[in-house]
Nanobody
């Protein structure tokens, strides 16, 4: 069964930190780009970071660069997103997704490039 499961969301104060986890089944994880997206109420889903599970090449949205770090543990088929210096505007539902390949250029942040999605985990910053 191909799936992604997120965890780690919570309510935190501004300036705080969280670590989100995305546990992937083998087919979703291997030789793939795994991305983190977030969606605030009334807003479009935003791509914030991606990592290739073999090369570990990463890309970030400008809005999170320097504050968030994406990483992966291939032994655990897990992708992490470390969120530091959180701001109220970081509030939203965070999703991980598997692209089924390597999106070219800026397409890494396009949700339509991703085929498999988790159920999401809520992050609230106040």
């Amino acid at each position: 069964h191909v799936q992604l499961v997120e965890s780690g969301g919570a309510s935190v104060q501004a300036g705080g930190s969280l670590r989100l986890s995305c546990s992937a089944s083998g087919k979703a994880y291997g030789r793939n780009c795994i991305g983190w997206f977030r969606q605030a109420p009334g807003k479009e889903r935003e791509g914030i970071a991606t990592i290739h599970t073999v090369s570990e090449t990463t890309q970030y949205a400008d809005s999170v660069k320097g504050r968030f770090t994406i990483s992966t543990d291939s032994a655990e088929n897990t992708v992490y997103l470390q969120l530091n210096s959180l701001k109220p505007e970081d509030t939203g539902t965070y999703y991980c997704a598997a692209a089924g390949g390597r999106p070219r250029g800026d397409r890494w942040s396009n949700p339509y490039e991703y085929k498999i999605w988790g159920q999401g985990t809520q992050v609230t910053v106040s």
